[in-house]
């Protein structure tokens, strides 16, 4: 039976993590620079002029379900994060399901992003007259990753901020100039929603809401944040609602500088450096490329800080083999499971890439069905927390309406899913990742020490309990 290691022989470097650090988390691997360029046409494929609108209603939905999150995240702190919480509520079981959901969804994050970067250094390259092999490009993002997660969770932090920053504030400058060649006139095509359908809408959701997943991730450093149920909480509704704002402003200005051109958004190669000719603005569109390269590189990164992390709680708690829950005795980061979370994140678009698929292919793919894995955790955690606050005795008439509406918007995207039936192979994602979920409760169906599981999840809860209270 594996046994369970404890808090002081496997621990993660306790109070190392600031405010904005905690924050760069969440803001790096929901990664809004990235979506300028591969998010948004996605987003406009299905919704159209209504991509705003479907940007506008993940916001909505997110911004509640950090409401929800932080019912415990102002309680308690952990790496396990939303998997703890949801056990906190639905019991040691269902919290498992959601830490598995949330393992292949960090880990699907991190592999899209790795072909992302490999998308748009190959633009920057060309540009100089070099070509460079994907699969090649792709190990280089990865690998980088992988030394600064392995090494310092600080150094990370700060390199994810200084990063997405600059990205973010070079692509607000080109929305202002796209508004600004455009008059700042309103766009009555998008105002009116013309030629939209709520199942595009309801789709171009599944999309829009992978824009924003990895806002919960500043979570997975309950152990390593100071101040953490101060710290994570103001994050993770401070990253919902910037990320929110950006993307609405962004998807509007994007499909408006498309009008006059004569390729739409979703089947432009490169729609950075489109929208920067049409505004006359050639360098900036150069710096954007370079600009969305190092932030898929970051979200990257903090995609394999965050799948290390739910592996390294869910190894303290028996469930994955024991050395993925050891913490590096001199960086304090949980190496193994960094290792691991590496090598899968470029495994996956490698041998994708090998079969002669496209980056931006399967950018959208993974993409896909990595949001069904954050869908899950959204929703258990929206069901989770009026359960919790009943158990204590605190439950109120809004946190239940609170609940009852994020559960809504979060089955927006799910309903739209299955009807009206999507294009192949989208068709068949959502009974790809049930598929995966039913393996992982069969999994823990199946494992002789799962009442161990159960005791040590139920430790932790205790634990925190006597630290939050």
């Known amino acids: ?24 988390q969440s ?32 916001t909505i939905g997110l911004v509640l379900v950090s409401l929800n999150i932080n019912q415990f995240a102002r309680r308690s702190a952990s790496a396990g994060a939303l998997y703890l919480y949801v056990a906190k509520g639905l019991g040691s079981t269902v919290g498992i399901v959601c830490g598995w ?4 969804a960090y880990l699907l994050v991190a592999a899209a992003v790795s072909v992302g970067f490999a998308e748009y250094a190959g633009i920057v390259l060309t540009e100089f007259g070099l070509q460079v092999p994907s699969l090649l490009l792709c190990v280089l993002c990865v690998g980088f990753a992988w030394y600064y997660a392995y090494t310092d969770i600080q150094l990370a932090a700060m390199l994810m901020i200084i990063i997405e920053v600059v990205a973010m ?11 600004g060649h455009h008059g700042f006139r309103p766009d009555v095509e998008q105002l009116t929603l013309a030629g939209t359908t709520p199942g595009g809408i309801s789709l171009g ?52 500088g498309f009008r006059s051109n004569e390729t739409p958004l979703n089947e432009a190669a490169s729609p950075i450096n ?50 993925l829950g050891v913490a590096h005795t001199r960086n304090r980061t949980p190496h193994i499971a960094v290792s691991i979370s590496a090598l899968l994140a470029f495994l996956i678009p490698g041998s994708m890439l090998l079969f002669g698929m496209a980056p931006t292919e399967i950018y959208g793919y993974l993409g896909t069905i990595s949001t069904y894995g954050f869908l899950t955790a959204y ?30 918007f979060m089955l927006i995207p799910v309903a739209g899913s299955f009807y009206p039936v999507p294009s ?38 205790v634990a925190e309990g006597q630290l939050s209270d």
Not at 169 to 179: D, E, G, K, M, P
Request: with cysteine; charged share 10%; proline share 5%.
């Open 205 to 256: 959701m599944v999309i829009a809401i992978f824009s924003f997943v990895g806002f919960e991730s500043a979570a997975t450093l309950g152990d390593e944040a100071k101040s953490p149920t101060r710290s994570i909480p103001r994050s993770l509704v401070w990253s919902a609602l910037l990320i929110g704002l950006f993307f609405m402003l962004l998807s509007y200005s994007e499909v408006l």
């Open 1 to 24: 039976m594996a046994t369970y290691p404890t808090k002081k022989s496997a621990s993660l470097r306790p109070n190392c993590l600031s405010f904005a650090d905690v924050l760069s």
């Open 274 to 323: 489109v929208l920067a000719d049409l505004v006359r603005a050639d360098l900036l569109g150069v710096g954007l490329t370079v600009g969305i390269a190092f932030s898929c590189f970051s979200c990257c990164l903090a995609s394999i800080n965050a799948a290390s992390r739910i592996a390294y709680a869910l190894a303290r708690h028996s469930f994955f083999p024991t050395p």
């Open 379 to 408: 929703l258990l955690v929206s069901i989770a927390a009026p359960v919790y606050l009943s158990q204590r005795g605190e439950l109120r008439s809004h946190h239940l309406i609170i609940s009852i509406l994020a559960g809504f």
């Open 27 to 58: 803001v790096s691997l929901a990664a809004p620079s990235i979506g300028i360029a591969l998010n948004i046409p996605l987003v406009f494929a299905s919704a159209g002029n209504g991509a705003w609108l479907a940007f506008t209603l993940a």
């Open 101 to 104: 959901a949330l393992t292949l």
């Open 169 to 179: 504030s070079f692509i607000l400058l080109l929305a202002f100039l796209i508004l």
């Open 424 to 461: 192949f192979p989208f068709n068949i994602f959502p009974y790809f990742f049930l598929l995966y979920l039913a393996a992982g409760g069969w999994l823990f169906s199946t494992l002789s020490h799962r009442a161990q599981i159960i005791k040590n999840i139920e430790r932790d809860d």
